[in-house]
């Protein structure tokens, strides 16, 4: 519908890796989605290896635990709003037909593929937000998942400057650090702590009150306000990746 704006393709066929499983009768997919204005492109921006592109990119993922559902949803209801906006002939929400035109947004809407069919938090027992190659106690203990394989090559293939990743089960919005050794023996803050200060404190205004006690969103680096995990996506994305 939108064949100028949005580039659909899987992790399967797009970096050969294996299907985590079964979703129903056919393989799960690790679906990913581009969406950006390809006629805004420059000559410099649309170059044919993408990891040269100018365009600033962005990085959204639905889950890496599989009955955490919010952010499917959110993140297909995100898509249809952006698309939906810029086509619409009048009065098209300017910011964000100016994302559309400006950034390259990469969305995997269920990352964890298999968990998120099986309404199940792992993907075969493996915990995918403990998966990635950062403060690990054992350093063969990472890229066992397919969710974080998938990941992994997205992220070599793009330089992204921002990411959100969404979880369910509590309310922040959380940012670097989030592991333990940062927690325990190094810096408290991230050498962006102010900028991703500024960021969480925005997000959480402009999201405003909910129905929990009429607070806005707590925001603050996942050490303070969620908690350290070993082999986290967050932080690898952010230092490790
Ligand atoms: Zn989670």
């Given amino acids: 519908e939108y064949p100028h704006l949005v580039e659909v393709t899987d992790a399967q066929s797009r970096y050969g890796i294996k299907s985590p499983g079964e979703c129903g009768a056919n393989p799960c997919k690790q679906w990913i989605v581009r969406i950006t204005n390809e006629k805004t492109l420059s000559k410099s921006e649309s170059s044919t290896k993408d990891n040269e592109s100018q365009r600033p990119e962005v990085f959204f993922s639905g889950e890496l635990h599989g009955n955490e559902r919010v952010g499917p949803s959110t993140l297909v209801v995100f898509m249809k709003l952006l698309l939906e906006s810029y086509s619409r002939k009048e009065n098209p929400n300017p910011w964000l037909k100016y994302l559309v035109d400006t950034r390259s947004i990469y969305?995997?809407?269920?990352?964890?593929?298999?968990?998120?069919?099986?309404?199940?938090?792992?993907?075969?027992?493996?915990?995918?937000?403990?998966?990635?190659?950062?403060?690990l106690s054992q350093s063969n203990l990472c890229m066992r998942t397919i969710t974080a394989r998938a990941v992994n090559e997205l992220w070599r293939e793009h330089l992204f400057q921002l990411a959100i990743t969404f979880h369910g089960g509590m309310r922040a919005i959380a940012y670097e650090w989030g592991t333990v050794t940062e927690r325990t023996h190094r810096e408290k803050k991230s050498p962006d702590d102010v900028a991703q200060s500024a960021l969480g404190s925005a997000l959480s205004a402009f999201a405003g009150v909910g129905p929990e006690k009429h607070k806005r969103y707590p925001h603050n680096r996942i050490n303070d306000v969620v908690y350290p995990v070993k082999g986290g996506m967050e932080d690898w994305a952010y230092a490790g990746s």
């Avoid at 809407?109 to 998120?116: I, Q, R, S």
Wanted: no cysteine; net charge negative; proline share 10%.
């Fill in 107 to 135: 969305i995997m809407p269920m990352t964890n593929a298999l968990g998120y069919y099986q309404n199940r938090r792992e993907e075969h027992n493996i915990d995918p937000n403990r998966d990635f190659p950062i403060d």
